[in-house]
């Protein structure tokens, strides 16, 4: 099976703007934002959806959670965030590889979708 564009990028065959990396995961700015900060939260294990994920996962799933609580205070985005996950092409998945959106720096909307 090939690689994924995430699996590529933790492995530094392609470029990408890294803001955070750890043993456990790497934080990236997308290449199409939606928003004025809009990063991608990506564990380096293949978890292709969240419906993938296992009880086994529970220590990553928490860690990427973490990161995002870190990031959100070193950028100074005053509590001020969301987090978004697609599972599965229906729901606008595009890379599957297990992913978090963090978008922030204008009004987000409810309903998003």
Not at 8 to 36: C, G, L, R, S, W
Request: net charge negative; glycine share 6%; no cysteine.
């Amino acid at each position: 099976m090939s690689k994924t564009l995430f699996e590529k990028i933790i492995d530094k065959e392609i470029p990408a703007e890294i803001i955070f990396e750890d043993e456990i995961a790497i934080v990236i700015k997308d290449i199409n934002p939606q928003a004025p900060t809009h990063l991608l939260i990506i564990p380096k294990k293949v978890i292709p959806k969240l419906s993938d994920a296992t009880d086994n996962d529970k220590d990553v799933l928490g860690h990427l959670m973490l990161i995002a609580k870190d990031i959100s205070n070193q950028l100074g985005l005053d509590e001020t965030f969301r987090l978004v996950v697609n599972n599965g092409a229906k729901a606008g998945q595009s890379v599957f590889h297990l992913h978090i959106h963090l978008l922030s720096g204008r009004p987000l909307n409810w309903p998003p979708g």
